[in-house]
């Protein structure tokens, strides 16, 4: 059973940091696509940042860039999320996902990272950013 949990997520003052963390069962990251995305209150989900199943240059959303840093342990199946200087307007459910298809990780070469395309999901970790 394919299955995504994530971790780390609290809540925190504006400036802080957090580091989200994500496990995988059941499968091998290493032939994934993986990402990490968030939904606020009352917005659609969008993606923060997402790298191809072979390591490849990280995508990462214009408001996030220089913040936050997206990783991946293939050896102890997990992926991470840095989070630095964290706003009010991070705040929200944050969810690690993956993707094998092959059209996921020929669209991260253009720089997509978009919920749609993405098939396995967490179940998210609640971030919150407030003084």
């Known amino acids: 059973q394919l299955q995504l949990v994530e971790s780390g997520g609290g809540l925190v003052q504006p400036g802080g940091s957090l580091r989200l963390s994500c496990v995988a069962s059941?499968?091998?990251?290493?032939?994934?696509?993986i990402g990490w995305f968030r939904q606020a209150p009352g917005k659609e989900r969008e993606g923060v940042s997402c790298?191809?199943?072979?390591?490849?240059?990280?995508v990462y959303a214009d408001s996030v860039k220089g913040r936050f840093t997206i990783s991946r342990d293939n050896a102890k199946n997990e992926m991470y999320l840095e989070m630095n200087s964290l706003t009010p307007e991070d705040t929200g459910v944050y969810y690690c996902?993956?993707?094998?298809?092959?059209?996921?990780?020929?669209?991260?070469?253009?720089?997509?990272?978009?919920?749609?395309?993405?098939?396995?999901w967490g179940q998210g970790t609640q971030v919150t950013v407030s003084s």
């Open positions: 790298i191809n199943s072979r390591d490849g240059p990280r």
């Open positions: 996902a993956t993707d094998r298809k092959k059209e996921t990780d020929l669209l991260l070469r253009i720089g997509r990272c978009r919920p749609g395309d993405y098939d396995n």
């Open positions: 059941g499968f091998s990251l290493a032939n994934s696509a």
